[in-house]
């Protein structure tokens, strides 16, 4: 398992405060990213719930929109700077706000996360170095 897989997998655990297994299945709503049968990594948009639909999922995948009622692996929502700060505030509780503190800590570290792409959209753990990724999993 490489540094980023366990990175997203610790984040998930503390934001949850439950084992990976149990707290990836918290995830599972809008936004999720989950595998499909045939390793298609699909995008959560709807839950289909009040719709006739328990237990479907309307996602989004290359570009199409499809009801889904299995997939073989859920990946979770997408690792960003507030989650990470979530995941922060569980290790590091603190009076001060969770955010100032994360952010003196990774100055110190010399920790640079990009916030957003060029679009305009957030940046995730995808989106950072490995570097960047590795200083942070040594600091949760």
Do not use: S
């Not at 934001?15 to 595998?35: D, S, T």
């Not at 979530?86 to 920790?111: C, H, R, S, Y």
């Amino acid at each position: 398992m490489t540094t980023r897989e366990k990175f997203k997998r610790r984040v998930i655990e503390l934001i949850h405060g439950l084992p990976y297994e149990e707290a990836v299945e918290r995830e599972l709503q809008e936004n999720c990213l989950v595998i499909g049968r045939l390793d298609e990594v699909y995008k959560i948009c709807d839950t289909g719930k009040g719709k006739g639909n328990k237990g479907k999922y309307y996602a989004y995948y290359d570009q199409n929109f499809y009801l889904i009622d299995t997939f073989e692996k859920i990946l979770g929502l997408p690792i960003t700077i507030g989650r990470v700060m979530q995941a922060f505030n569980k290790v590091k509780p603190t009076n001060v706000n969770p955010l100032w503190q994360l952010g003196v800590e990774m100055n110190d570290k010399k920790i640079n996360w990009k916030l957003t792409k060029e679009n305009g959209e957030n940046c995730t753990d995808d989106d950072q170095t490995d570097e960047t990724i590795e200083k942070l999993y040594n600091l949760i």
